[in-house]
């Protein structure tokens, strides 16, 4: 038997003289002594519960009307208190993931079997995974989340059950709500990434890749650690594929991916790039002024100027406006300054002057 339970001793005789008395004893097997359950008397029965575990040597006397004494010896083993020792591989896990229920048992007599159950903590009642039988494992996979209660169950080869309870948190399946500072960035400027998630079984890790949109391999800004952010500079234009990837501590991950569009470099230098149609023309031929910039901000807007070199002050063609050309048609001959000014929306001038001989 084990421990903790016990065990009926029944007397009982042939032959002699009736009426017949009985009488019963008992002593652990490494003892020198017995303990007396019941000196003799007519009652025919005894319950023995044993304290400790081992064996254990039972004497039952039957003694006839005569005096004359039989005696009979019993063995009894007793083994440990049935001990339910299952486990369950995970106490939180996140929604979609399974969690293994291990039956395994130790003390009373074997051989065991194994029953599995489990409710929502607010139910009432449990649901059967697996009822009793020698299979040893059970797989729970929760389709809500919450908290729920888990049984393992174990029961001996005398019947005996022991029963050992769980609680499994489920949380919410996990969420990568990574973000990416900028979507389209000018060469030269830096992006920064932000690893973020939700659900799952925090602490998380994050992770962050990047590759040209052309290229079929990543490299690896950061790999998996608790650091939420990374910084992307990029070295030449394009299209890039960013990924940022979570993991949560049952080693779950999701993956994000991000695109970003990386724009050549614009001079920040308002350039006057104007032009003159010719150096020297005669005398009642034109020359077209042609304004025109880069850099700076734009929009931009010009002006075109003109004098005889020997002049002190300049005569106005067009003053700052939209329109990009003027035409000038010298009246004398001689050595012209030509000016044509760029300015741009912050009001930043640039000035070029070229030099026209009127033959």
Known sequence: VALGNSVTLTGAATGGTSPYTYAFYYKKSTDSSYTTLQGFSTTKTATLKPTTSGSYTVVIKVKDKTGTTARKEF???????????SKMSATTVALGNS??????????????????????????SYTTLSGFSTTKTATLKPTTSGSYTVVIKVKDNAGTVARKEFTLTVTKALTNSSKMSATSITLGDTVTLTGAATGGTSPYQYAFYYKKSTDSSYTTLQAFSTTKTATLKPTAKGTYDVVIKVMDSTNTVVRSQFSLTVKAATSTTLVNNSKLSATSITLGKSVTLTGAASGGTSP??????????????????????????????PTARGTYDVVIKVMDSTNTVVRNQYSLTVT
């Open 300 to 329: 931009y807007q010009y002006a075109f100027y003109y004098k005889k070199s020997t002049d002190s002050s300049y005569t106005t063609l067009q003053a700052f406006s939209t329109t990009k050309t003027a035409t000038l048609k």
């Open 99 to 124: 969690v293994t229920l291990t039956g395994a048992a130790t003390g009373g007599t074997s051989p065991y079997t194994y029953a599995f159950y489990y409710k929502k903590s607010t139910d009432s």
């Open 75 to 85: 063995t009894l083993t007793v083994t440990k208190a049935l001990k339910n020792s």
